[in-house]
């Protein structure tokens, strides 16, 4: 499964999507950074601050829409470049090649993970934020790593989504419906059971003004993972590919 990894790097080197996912997970400390430059805060920002915002736009919003472009990307390319086919006529595991492009998925999410917390450190440190300690940042960092992560499990039904509709466009519009519903459900009590907005809720301690029970959360996200991956692996696995 090594080398299936180490080929999807390789295939990365030539495509433009993994640049623009990076850029994707600096955005938000830059928009924080230009909301500090136009006075948008009234007062000097601490770091605890600018990094809880970072983590928070970036969960809620740009981590939904990069993710889903990231499925897109990697569940079907193989099929809108036709090399689909000429990979498994080797001897190859379908199996085990649709959960290396999983264990790729959240490699990738570790990736943009690493970035934006340094990136939220850098542009924390350019708009003059004051109190930068090594437990805040790592505090920070392991926020965004376990929501990312939650987030890796609740996707997985729009990895079968990918295996049905291989065009990017109509993966990007889902992204964006998605990511509008979670900015609206994130902030209301019954966000706790939507698959897409706990993450953060979890991660971020929020999840507290609803309940104590994180529990049920957790299964939600965990059902909805098994269910996602369940369908993809049985449905790779057993469709005829296309020429």
């Known amino acids: 499964m090594l080398s299936y990894i180490q080929l999807e790097f390789i295939k990365l080197k030539r495509s433009k999507i993994f640049i623009l996912t990076i850029l994707g997970a600096i955005f938000p400390s830059f928009l924080l950074f230009l909301a500090e430059e136009f006075g948008e805060f009234s007062e000097t ?3 605890q601050t600018f990094l809880t915002n970072v983590n928070m736009y970036m969960s809620v919003i740009f981590a939904i829409l990069l993710f889903t472009i990231i499925i897109s990307y990697l569940f079907g390319r193989e099929y809108n470049e036709h090399t689909l086919k000429t990979i498994l006529t080797a001897p190859t595991s379908r199996g085990k090649f649709i959960l290396s492009k999983y264990l790729m998925f959240l490699v990738w999410i570790l990736i943009i993970t690493v970035v934006s917390s340094i990136s939220a450190v850098l542009f924390g440190y350019a708009t003059g934020a004051t109190g930068l300690t090594a437990n ?6 392991k926020e965004l790593l376990y929501c990312n992560i939650l ?13 049905l509709i291989t065009n990017m466009i109509p993966a990007m519009i889902g992204g964006a419906v998605l990511t509008f519903t979670n900015m609206i459900v994130e902030s209301h009590k019954y966000g706790i059971y939507f698959p897409w ?3 953060y809720l ?38 005829d590919i296309p020429l």
Do not use: C, R
């Not at 529990?215 to 449905?235: D, E, K, N, P, R």
């Open 45 to 47: 920002i601490t770091f």
């Open 136 to 141: 805040i940042v790592l505090d920070s960092f």
């Open 151 to 163: 987030l890796f499990l609740s996707f997985s039904p729009l990895v079968f989504i990918s295996l």
């Open 197 to 199: 907005s706990s993450p």
């Open 202 to 239: 979890i991660a971020s301690g929020e999840i507290a003004q609803y309940t104590n029970n994180y529990t049920i959360s957790h299964m939600i996200i965990l059902i909805t993972f098994l269910i996602g991956l369940t369908v993809s692996y049985l449905y790779f696995t057993k469709k």
